[in-house]
């Protein structure tokens, strides 16, 4: 069992940056990929970026490609979301995940957090 408590959200105006980090609880982290989702009102939840186990390999959705860093501590337990350049757009509920599988399937992951609101004005 892996419990997942995202920070790091808040308030920003637009072209600004912000970092979610997403800290895990026992001594299975770097055995999960994680990845990040996000959910606006009114919409599907939709994939964000994804890294590897190992961190070695990352993936990001096309609309936050440039923008956004996927990374991760194995020793911290803890997975980041550097935001920079943010836009109107991007303001959603963020959802860290972890799973064995990982990808840009939520299906990959056993394991969410509560989610994080970031809100961004323009």
């Known amino acids: 069992q892996v419990q997942l408590v995202e920070s790091g959200g808040g308030l920003v105006q637009a072209g600004g940056s912000l970092r979610l980090s997403c800290a895990a609880s026992?001594?299975?982290?770097?055995?999960?990929?994680m990845g990040w989702f996000r959910q606006a009102p009114g919409t599907e939840r939709e994939f964000v970026a994804a890294?590897?186990?190992?961190?070695?390999?990352?993936d990001y959705a096309d609309s936050v490609k440039g923008r956004f860093t996927i990374s991760r501590g194995n020793a911290k337990n803890t997975a980041y979301l550097q935001m920079n350049s943010l836009k109107p757009e991007d303001a959603a509920v963020y959802y860290c995940?972890?799973?064995?599988?990982?990808?840009?399937?939520?299906?990959?992951?056993?394991?969410w957090g509560q989610g994080s609101q970031v809100t961004v004005s323009s």
């Open positions: 995940a972890a799973g064995g599988f990982g990808g840009r399937d939520s299906e990959g992951y056993a394991y």
């Open positions: 026992g001594r299975t982290f770097s055995t999960y990929a």
């Open positions: 890294i590897s186990k190992n961190g070695g390999n990352t």
